[in-house]
């Protein structure tokens, strides 16, 4: 968890027309919440707490850590929310830190005692990730969880049972694997209570799984004698008693079967073998046993003492182990839970919600609908003109950019023509120079020069035409009425062009086609003739209907991913299309179940992605 945390303020309400004690008892028990406290703030790494305990009836605030910090009237109003509303309760607010204003997470769990809602506990957090919030908000249920039963047994008890039972929730909270903790709970247990050795054990189904053994770290769990303690611990849980067998005491009265704690008590050195069942609430998650060869080291005195010492270790148990199993497992618990309550007497609600929902399972493969398949278009024109330079030299104007609609003949843009005309004079004057040469010619009667200056007049003639033609190309026309799709020239006056150089696109606006991009992975469905709705990005509110007419084999990219360029006509429009537009097409290949119409895409995905990885 983050060291940046603003600061977190926490207090414990508790209702005292249910909770009363006299002098030293409720100091003590404020000795205790303020260790609980102190626990939870080292449990949660890197949290700065506080702590106030306030009464239900008028909410006076009895101790605060820090002293004289947060919104305690906010606090109080959360407080009581989440004793009325019987549940968590995470609310944001914006507070004042340090001359600047900053957003915190408010927190409320209630605590319970004796069937009733008696008070909460707040933490005022700084914003973080949600597994973060999670993570924090389960370890806060564990203390919490430690909390109320601190309060049920303070009134009567002896305070040193719930210090050791706070130091064995401490230990097995720990952030750390469930075989460390484990493994500290059991040596602590072990000192606490004088004996040889002891074992702490999972319930998964039917069978009991080791956890942790005092004195090692590192056990072999298929060792003969484990294996053994781990059916002593089935034995125990399936009895959901504790079970004490002590070989020098007899047995036979013993309101429980002790078959396995024999033969475990036979096969090791120990004589007396004491287990105890770990519960989560109503249910049996695991259990602790104890080893020893002292006769009187498990007296009915010291059973008790264990009991109340271990009572609170399953909850903690429970939510360690399911925090630690990866996600199929716990899916496969979640559904195991489901089915029993499925099958089990009882919750007529979720019975019904089932059934409902198996309904709709199976209306899924029942019920067919339009297997559609998406895929980005464009709007391109049938024909695309394309006006280059007819010579090299210079842009002159511009009177078109891309978007404006021409008529034929409409001039686009001139070249400059200066030198042109300029070189149109001197072959003009050429011209007439070589013309008098021949008609002198002519004259006297000179044939032979005549027809050379005939030929040289033709020659000059062919010429002149030539730059004719190219004084006139110079203004560069639209062959055909349409749309200015690519050429922008606008800021290139001046700018010098080669001949051959492209210009100008344009595109007639009564002719034009759909192309439809389409998945690589979708391709295989598509076919000629098939259907496909068109809805463009200017005009979002409209569908427009067209028909496929080719597929090019040949993947293309467009924008970036690959895809297959499949051409469509469409069908009679009412709004004013050009080519470039872009827009979503929705091709109609056929009718599925809806599970397929739904999910087909996902699943061939999913597919291909665990084939590559080799599954």
């Known amino acids: 968890m983050s060291e940046s945390l603003v600061k977190a303020a926490s207090q414990t309400v508790v209702n005292n027309s249910l909770l009363t004690f006299d002098g030293d008892s409720n100091a003590a028990l404020a000795n205790e919440i303020e260790r609980w406290l102190n626990w939870q703030c080292s449990m949660l790494s890197g949290v700065k707490v506080g702590t106030s305990i306030l009464h239900c009836n008028d909410l006076k605030l009895i101790s605060q850590w820090p002293r004289e910090s947060g919104d305690i009237d906010y606090i109080t109003t959360l407080a009581h929310e989440a004793v009325n509303r019987r549940e968590a309760v995470r609310r944001k607010l914006e507070v004042c830190e340090q001359e600047s204003a900053q957003l915190v997470e408010y927190l409320a769990l209630p605590i319970l005692f004796n069937h009733q809602y008696v008070g909460a506990v707040v933490l005022v957090l700084s914003l973080r990730s949600e597994p973060q919030f999670e993570a924090l908000k389960q370890l806060l249920q564990w203390g919490v969880a430690w909390l109320e039963s601190c309060l049920v047994t303070s009134v009567d008890k002896d305070p040193v049972v719930y210090r050791n039972a706070l130091k064995a929730v401490e230990l097995l909270a720990e952030n750390l694997p469930s075989a460390i903790t484990g493994y500290h709970l059991c040596n602590y247990l072990a000192q606490l209570f004088d004996v040889d050795q002891v074992s702490l054990g999972f319930k998964c189904g039917l069978r009991v799984d080791l956890i942790a053994v005092s004195n090692h770290l590192q056990f072999d769990a298929k060792a003969d004698v484990n294996r053994l303690i781990e059916l002593a611990m089935v034995e125990c849980t399936d009895q959901e008693l504790p079970i004490l067998y002590d070989a020098n005491a007899a047995t036979a009265n013993v309101p429980y079967l002790c078959n396995a704690h024999v033969t475990l008590v036979q096969s090791i050195t120990e004589s007396i073998v004491y287990s105890v069942p770990l519960r989560n609430s109503e249910e049996v998650v695991g259990c602790i046993t104890f080893h020893t060869t002292r006769p009187q080291a498990l007296d009915a005195i010291v059973q008790l003492r264990v009991s109340e010492t271990v009572n609170y270790l399953g909850t903690v148990l429970a939510l360690k182990i399911s925090s630690e199993q990866p996600w199929w497992q716990v899916a496969r618990e979640f559904f195991k839970k489901q089915s029993r309550r499925l099958f089990s007497k009882g919750e007529p609600k979720f019975k019904a919600l089932s059934l409902l929902a198996m309904s709709l399972l199976a209306s899924l493969t029942l019920i067919e609908g339009d297997y559609t398949i998406t895929a980005r278009s464009q709007i391109e024109g049938s024909v695309q003109q394309l006006i280059s330079a007819p010579f090299a030299g210079f842009i002159e104007s511009v009177n078109v950019r891309p978007g404006d609609s021409v008529t034929k003949g409409q001039v686009l843009t001139a070249l400059e023509d200066s030198e042109l005309n300029l070189e149109k004079t001197q072959w003009q004057s050429k011209r007439d120079g070589i013309k008098r040469e021949y008609y002198k010619a002519l004259a006297t009667g000179k044939r032979v020069d005549a027809g050379l200056m005939k030929e040289r007049l033709l020659q000059a003639q062919a010429r002149l035409n030539l730059i004719d033609s190219h004084i006139e190309r110079a203004q560069l026309k639209a062959p055909f009425s349409g749309i200015v799709i690519k050429g922008d020239l606008s800021q290139s006056l001046g700018m010098p062009v080669e001949k051959g150089d492209r210009l100008f696109v344009i595109s007639p606006l009564s002719?034009?086609?759909?192309?439809?991009?389409?998945?690589?992975?979708?391709?295989?469905?598509?076919?000629?003739?098939?259907?496909?709705?068109?809805?463009?990005?200017?005009?979002?509110?409209?569908?427009?209907?067209?028909?496929?007419?080719?597929?090019?084999?040949?993947?293309?990219?467009?924008?970036?991913?690959?895809?297959?360029?499949?051409e469509a006509v469409a069908q009679d429009t009412k709004i004013n299309i050009q080519p470039g537009m872009q827009g979503v097409a929705r091709i109609i290949t056929g009718t599925e179940p809806l599970f397929k119409v739904w999910g087909q895409s996902l699943f061939d995905r999913i597919r291909l992605w665990l084939w590559s990885i080799g599954l």
């Open 511 to 566: 002719e034009f086609s759909v192309v439809l991009y389409v998945d690589e992975v979708d391709i295989e469905e598509v076919g000629i003739g098939q259907q496909a709705t068109l809805r463009l990005t200017g005009f979002p509110s409209t569908e427009i209907t067209a028909t496929i007419t080719k597929i090019t084999p040949i993947v293309s990219t467009y924008l970036q991913q690959s895809a297959f360029r499949v």
